[in-house]
């Protein structure tokens, strides 16, 4: 495997994954993006699920700008089973068959559990996880046919050791990874692989509405400065990460170069986790 050096700007992981079709739930931005974008590069055909149109268009002509590579979206929200059943079987019939999987929808949400409703949880579960449920249900059946797959979910280092205050997502993401195990173990038989990569701190569209917020109130920081303050309690490099430093070990991990590996869950968090 050749792992590309950012500060020589290479761009090739050189991961094989010519041919591969690709499926990337919230690619339209931050990690999600970035991966979609790796992987068009190396070759993959990828296909970008997300919500907002507007910003799906934006990353299709920004990943032609980068890598002349096109790839395709559709707006679709994976909390709705029957939008994301209907929106594969087109993916299928257009391109024959899903070789990856990546399951990236969903932003944080943290709250102290005295302020917990339905709706809080039933938005993040809702998309973390059983919208991950209904895009494994969806492309198993072509993986099956294919006798072969990988699937990537993205979780957090919080799904194993959770803080205060981080209720639904720790709970969302602790679910994340304990269905990541159980597939794993049960698709096995059919050569499709099930991990799981818990990200921690990275620069991404969350981050810039939070820094937004922060604006009103300190007209005067800098995005700059807002990121070296929540990067200061990151053991490596007290820094953010950036979204490629992710979205490279997510395309390993649905790589034929990690084809021994299933059923794992990776931190890409700088060292925070005091668990592994």
Partial sequence: MCIRDRTKGGNQLNLKLEGKNVIITGGSDGIGKETARIMADEGAKVIIFARNVENLNKTKDSIKENTGKEVDIYSVDVKNEKNVKETVIKVVEKYGNIDILVNNAGTSSAHPIMNITDEIMNEDLGTKLFGAIYMIQAV???????????????????G???????????????????????????????NIRVNTVCVGLFKSGQ??????????????????????????????GQRVGEAD????????????????????????????????
């Fill in 160 to 190: 194993k050791a959770s803080g205060a205050n981080t209720i639904p997502t720790s709970v969302s993401r602790a679910a994340g990874i304990s269905l990541t195990k159980a597939i794993s173990k049960e698709l096995c038989e059919f």
């Fill in 207 to 236: 981050h810039r509405k939070r820094y937004e917020v922060r604006l009103k109130d300190e007209p005067s920081l800098t995005i700059e400065e807002f990121y070296n303050q929540l990067g200061e309690s990151v053991p490596l």
């Fill in 140 to 158: 198993v059946p072509s993986m099956k046919k294919n006798k072969k797959g990988s699937i990537v979910n993205i979780t957090t280092p919080g």
């Fill in 245 to 276: 430093e992710a979205a490279s070990l997510i395309t390993f991990l649905s790589s034929d170069v990690s084809s021994y590996t299933t059923g794992t869950a990776i931190n890409v968090d700088g060292g925070v986790s005091p668990v592994v």
